[in-house]
């Protein structure tokens, strides 16, 4: 997932770019207004998913940027910024943000807060396959494996593939976003509903019956300290 990280301090970016790449981020930092807007320009690159965009630039005021990337495009916006008063964050949010983070945050609650707003948007052309007619399900189609959404039904080569429900919850959310790594909290937060203590063992038992039944081990990849992603197949 690509980021677009607004900070004019270099300490502050260094930091949260390093925290941000561990956990699966390709980050872009843009030091001023100028400069992220021209991040954003189409460049025949993959988008950015998410903009975490800093208040206090040094070359314009960080709602002014806001509004003018809004009129650029309708990637995520998360406003992270030490300006605490409501008044701002309302502001923020009527100007199109999608998120307003206070300094100083947890780390895990800007991730969590990153994938939510991700989740939101639609996902830009990333190698899937993504069908819908009025009349039909809504499939993903990655190489091999169909994942027919409404039905909750599954193939491999035109093969149905027997899941359990979980298992299929599992499939779907990382399949909705191949390539994107989902923290492991986040998916027992999503698919069982409750909190990572205790969870974990069941999450990788999960894993490794997908793994099996779909006959495809390198499907799901294990992003070591973080959780797990989807690699595409090759066509």
Same mark, same amino acid.
């Not at 030091?31 to 800093?54: C, T």
């Not at 039904?153 to 909705?176: C, H, I, M, N, Y």
């Given at each position: 997932?690509?980021?677009?990280?607004?900070?004019?301090?270099?300490?502050?970016?260094?930091?949260? %770019?390093?925290?941000?790449?561990?956990?699966?981020?390709?980050?872009?930092?843009?030091? %001023?207004?100028? +400069?992220?807007?021209?991040?954003?320009?189409?460049?025949?690159?993959?988008?950015?998913?998410?903009?975490?965009?800093?208040?206090?630039?040094?070359?314009?005021?960080?709602?002014?940027?806001?509004?003018?990337?809004?009129?650029?495009?309708?990637?995520?916006?998360?406003?992270?910024?030490?300006?605490?008063?409501?008044? *701002?964050?309302?502001?923020?949010?009527?100007?199109?943000?999608?998120?307003? $983070?206070?300094?100083?945050?947890?780390?895990?609650?800007?991730?969590?807060?990153?994938?939510? &707003?991700? /989740? /939101?948007?639609?996902?830009?052309?990333?190698? $899937?396959?993504?069908?819908?007619?009025?009349?039909?399900?809504?499939?993903?189609?990655?190489?091999?494996?169909?994942? +027919?959404?409404?039905?909750?039904?599954? %193939?491999? *080569?035109?093969?149905? &593939?027997?899941?359990?429900?979980?298992?299929?919850?599992?499939?779907?959310?990382?399949?909705?976003?191949?390539? &994107?790594?989902?923290?492991?909290?986040?998916?027992?937060?999503?698919?069982?509903?409750? %909190?990572?203590?205790?969870?974990?063992?069941?999450? +990788?038992?999960?894993?490794? *019956?997908? /793994? *099996?039944?779909?006959?495809?081990?390198?499907?799901?990849?294990?992003?070591?300290?973080?959780?797990?992603?989807?690699?595409?197949?090759?066509?």
């Amino acid at each position: 997932m690509r980021l677009l990280l607004v900070e004019d301090d270099d300490h502050v970016a260094a930091a949260l %770019s390093a925290v941000l790449a561990r956990h699966g981020f390709d980050v872009t930092h843009a030091r %001023s207004g100028e +400069e992220a807007l021209r991040a954003l320009l189409p460049a025949g690159g993959a988008p950015f998913a998410v903009v975490l965009l800093d208040l206090g630039l040094p070359d314009q005021d960080g709602f002014e940027v806001c509004g003018r990337i809004r009129k650029l495009t309708a990637t995520p916006v998360i406003m992270v910024t030490a300006r605490a008063d409501t008044r *701002s964050k309302i502001h923020g949010l009527n100007l199109g943000a999608d998120d307003y $983070v206070v300094k100083p945050y947890d780390t895990g609650e800007l991730l969590a807060r990153i994938h939510a &707003v991700a /989740r /939101r948007t639609p996902p830009a052309d990333n190698g $899937v396959e993504d069908t819908h007619d009025l009349d039909g399900p809504r499939a993903l189609h990655l190489g091999a494996l169909t994942v +027919e959404l409404p039905n909750r039904e599954v %193939s491999v *080569s035109g093969t149905p &593939v027997p899941l359990t429900r979980k298992e299929f919850d599992l499939l779907a959310l990382l399949a909705q976003r191949p390539g &994107v790594v989902f923290r492991r909290e986040q998916i027992i937060s999503e698919v069982w509903r409750t %909190s990572w203590e205790g969870t974990g063992r069941t999450l +990788e038992v999960h894993i490794a *019956s997908l /793994r *099996s039944k779909l006959g495809m081990p390198a499907l799901i990849e294990t992003v070591r300290g973080v959780g797990y992603k989807i690699v595409v197949p090759a066509a």
